[in-house]
């Protein structure tokens, strides 16, 4: 698989005319960046007058990044995250208020599903553009060869995968190299187990990385790692490297969100995969679903506030939403675009529309230095678990820096 190249551009004494536009993005994704070339040139028809730059990052490079640019040379729009990431930066009054765009482009009506994600004291900081259910995208072929059925409960989990296994297919492929996939099991175990509320009050700082609820999740982790049901030295794989032992045939699942379907759709395999909701672990335990919100922010540094406000509302509007996510393999937050025609998202949607509650993801609901700390932690435990103790008491000490003491 070819590697991403990182793209990092500096604007020191960058000048930009009247009319130029520029955008930072982080859709680095085969089909993502597809969408979003699709997207600047279906606002360039519309806008001629506006000049659109955009500058491009490789997307795991952009969150370190994007700390840079906001307070040296801020671009006019930003490509980001709903939730605590958002307000990370709006609490540093990093990006700008955008009631107005809300208001005048009807989105209070449109957009009300992620009005909350996008909210800080009553008032709108960015605009959602996107968003996707997790699962598990397993082959269905080799499950119908085998004579399993989707798993609907925790025992059941575990047999699909001893009988895999013992088939010489690798139960489920995930990439650890960008820790974020680590993070993604950390947060449906947790789900599963302690509900939502405690993920909130976890991710929030309100919650001792020792605390004895947790057990149960490092727990469960185990009886998947111990028998080697995960790829073999995932630590060394991005999660698109991870994609491939599952697209030949070698891995059965794959616990990522929906914007795997692309890759599977160019692979000429998806008509070979399902889709499954994560299995129940403690009955009684609402089932609470990740479904990331990709946003767009004006910083407070834009130099062209008038024609970002533009791009925002273009790029939040039915005709345009629906585009992208069709593209994208993603959900439209704008309930007049067109219902989803992809069977995947249509799945999604009705598993997310049953919810009990819907979580951002680890490390948006996270602030970025303890979700960066803790799925460090995360992958270090799915290679070495008899680590545990150490490395939960490592995480401790960080959200006590970060949050205080409890």
Not at 191 to 197: A, H, M, Q, S
Not at 378 to 406: C, N, T, W, Y
Request: charged share 25%; hydrophobic share 45%; aromatic share 14%.
């Amino acid at each position: 698989m070819k590697k991403l190249i990182t793209l990092v551009f500096l604007f020191t004494s960058t000048v930009v005319s009247a009319g130029t536009l520029v955008v930072n993005s982080n859709q680095s994704g085969e089909s993502s960046k597809a969408a979003f070339d699709a997207y600047v040139d279906a606002f360039r028809a519309a806008h001629p007058e506006v000049t659109v730059v955009v500058n491009e990052f490789e997307h795991e490079a952009y969150k370190t990044a994007i700390r840079n640019f906001l307070t040296a040379e801020a671009p006019d729009v930003a490509i980001w995250f709903a939730g605590n990431r958002m307000k990370f930066f709006v609490d540093q009054n990093l990006f700008q208020d955008v009631s107005d765009v809300w208001a005048d482009a009807g989105l209070n009506d449109s957009m009300a599903s992620t009005k909350g994600a996008l909210t800080v004291d009553g008032k709108q900081f960015g605009v959602p553009w996107g968003y996707y259910q997790w699962g598990v995208y397993y082959r269905k072929d080799l499950f119908d060869n085998l004579g399993l059925n989707v798993p609907r409960n925790w025992e059941e989990f575990k047999w699909v995968c001893a009988m895999l296994k013992k088939n010489d297919i690798t139960p489920i492929t995930i990439g650890t190299k960008f820790l974020w996939t680590a993070g993604g099991w950390f947060d449906y175990l947790n789900l599963r187990i302690n509900g939502y509320k405690f993920h909130m009050d976890l991710t929030a700082g309100k919650i001792s990385y020792e605390d004895p609820r947790l057990d149960a999740v490092f727990d469960h982790w185990r009886e998947l790692i111990d028998p080697g049901y995960f790829l073999e030295d995932h630590a060394s794989f991005s999660w698109q490297d991870a994609q491939a032992p599952q697209i030949n045939g070698e891995a059965a699942m794959y616990l990522i969100g929906n914007f795997y379907v692309p890759t599977l759709e160019s692979a000429g395999v998806v008509d070979k995969m399902d889709f499954f909701q994560f299995p129940t672990i403690y009955k009684g335990v609402g089932v609470a679903e990740d479904a990331p919100t990709d946003t767009m922010h004006i910083p407070s540094g834009a130099k062209n506030v008038e024609d970002a406000k533009k791009f925002l509302a273009f790029m939040s509007n039915a005709e345009a939403a629906t585009n992208w996510a069709k593209m994208a393999g993603m959900l439209s937050p704008n309930k007049n675009a067109d219902k989803p025609e992809n069977r995947f998202s249509v799945m999604g949607a009705k598993m997310l529309a049953a919810a009990d509650d819907i979580a951002q993801f680890w490390d948006r609901d996270a602030n970025p230095d303890m979700a960066s700390a803790s799925m460090e932690g995360f992958q270090e435990f799915m290679v070495k678990p008899d680590r545990e103790d150490k490395i939960r008491a490592r995480l401790e000490k960080e959200r006590e820096r970060i949050h205080g003491s409890l």
